[in-house]
């Protein structure tokens, strides 16, 4: 059983243009989050999702990010324009069950030159 | 406002002892807290989970206490080695926006010496 997958590991993008991180979770797991990591920063909450649902996108920012769970195929983080704040570690994590445990992805690093 | 601490500052201990590490949380009431161990460029790994009406959880060398009066839980690791060293993260449940999510504390790192 393959732990969540996350691609690309490492991802460079200039100023303005899209960023595209995808996800896809243990076999069995309905329910992603995502997280975003800066050094020295703990793991900040972004979105859950469901399949085909976002439940809870408090921790996105309004402008800019968007995130997808489709019925088929990775769940994924879209980040348009990007700016150099963007730059961080972008953890996704599953769980079979909302209150489950949740099994993390390796991380998609991304860097706005 | 809710806040989750961890103490940021690296815990140095000599390899055999017990590592001791604190989570303390204000304006939560999490039905559950969670350690997670996180090594550098790599993701979180899930350890252990309690919940609200149990005081202690084991597993192999690694022990949790939860106290919800104190607010606070400690993570220790007996028997320490030099593979424990990571660092530490807890993570409490949050349903501030009426859906169970984690926050995560910043985390403490652990350093075994040999």
């Known amino acids: 059983n393959a732990g969540v997958m996350q691609n690309p590991r490492h991802l460079v993008r200039r100023r303005g243009q899209e960023a595209r991180l995808r996800c896809s979770p243990m076999k069995g797991h309905s329910h992603v989050y995502w997280y975003r990591q800066l050094p020295e920063e703990g793991l900040k909450f972004m979105v859950y999702?469901?399949?085909?649902?976002?439940?809870?996108e408090s921790g996105m920012p309004k402008e800019r990010f968007s995130a997808e769970f489709p019925k088929e195929g990775p769940s994924i983080l879209r980040i348009q324009q990007v700016v150099r704040g963007d730059s961080a570690a972008y953890f996704c994590?599953?769980?079979?069950?909302?209150?489950?445990?949740?099994?993390f992805g390796q991380g998609t690093r991304l860097t706005v030159v | 406002s809710q806040k989750i601490e961890q103490n940021s500052e690296a815990l140095n201990i000599q390899e055999g002892k017990t590592a001791t590490l604190t989570c303390n949380y204000t304006?939560?009431?999490?039905?559950?807290l969670q350690w997670y161990r996180q090594d550098p460029g790599r993701g979180p790994v899930f350890l252990l989970l309690i919940r609200e009406n149990e005081k202690e959880k084991r597993k192999e060398r690694l022990k949790v206490t939860f106290d919800t009066t104190l607010k606070q839980s400690l993570f220790h690791i007996t028997a320490s080695q030099p593979a424990d060293s990571a660092t530490y993260l807890c993570a409490l449940e949050n349903t501030e926006s009426g859906y169970s999510t984690l926050t995560f504390g910043k985390g403490t790192m652990l350093l075994v010496s040999p």
């Open positions: 994590a599953s769980s079979p069950n909302s209150g489950d445990s949740a099994f």
């Open positions: 304006n939560y009431s999490p039905a559950y």
């Open positions: 999702l469901q399949k085909e649902n976002i439940i809870d």
